[in-house]
């Protein structure tokens, strides 16, 4: 990092902020394998909590990768780099009084602890939810037909498969795909934001 530069605070807080705008900033964090779930899920958080009238945006992990991202690859190193960003992204969002959405496979228990270590350090609130479906679901369903892909050798570090995904130990929300669908999933993070006061 460059050492001849000065963070420049604003005249505005962040409980400022979310006081004028009558919103708690927060990001909501969905990890779990390709085709869990995740982007269909994020889809239909943020349309609900816009219809509610609160500010929510979606980032999405094939999408950021068009623009953002798009100098990373999905070797180790570019995985880590790729939810640094991310991470520091959703904050701005968040700090913003924005409702994040993210719906990356971020894959490394380290990684999302050090993404949530950014949230703590500024007490803005970091919502892990495990998009679950076990991997022959996942499989199964294969909308893009990558696992067919990985299966044959033509996607090399393929999470799930030649690559690792380290499950949560103790994620805030843990949603079951292959149990609830797309309104059940979206009604159990409601209820959870609804109890710690965040809607």
């Not at 807080?13 to 708690?24: A, D, I, N, P, V």
């Amino acid at each position: 990092m460059a050492t001849n530069i000065t963070f420049h605070p604003g005249s505005v807080s962040s409980k400022e902020r979310s006081e004028l705008l009558g919103q708690t900033g927060l990001t909501i964090w969905l990890t779990g394998l390709s085709a869990s779930g995740k982007s269909t899920l994020a889809c239909a958080l943020e349309q609900h909590l816009l219809h509610l009238k609160r500010f929510a945006y979606r980032l999405d992990g094939d999408n950021v990768r068009f623009g953002l991202n798009k100098d990373l690859g999905f070797s180790e190193r570019d995985r880590v780099e790729n939810i640094r960003r991310i991470g520091e992204i959703s904050k701005l969002f968040a700090d913003a009084s924005a409702i994040a959405i993210t719906a990356f496979i971020s894959p490394y228990r380290a990684d999302r602890a050090l993404a949530r270590q950014l949230y703590d350090m500024d007490g803005i609130p970091f919502i892990e939810v495990f998009v679950d479906a076990p991997l022959n679901v996942a499989e199964a369903r294969d909308p893009k037909g990558l696992y067919k892909k990985a299966r044959a050798g033509e996607i090399k570090e393929f999470t799930g498969i030649s690559a690792p995904y380290e499950e949560p130990e103790k994620p805030d929300i843990h949603i079951r795909t292959d149990q609830n669908d797309v309104t059940q999933s979206v009604a159990i993070i409601m209820e959870y934001l609804t109890s710690k006061g965040y809607i």
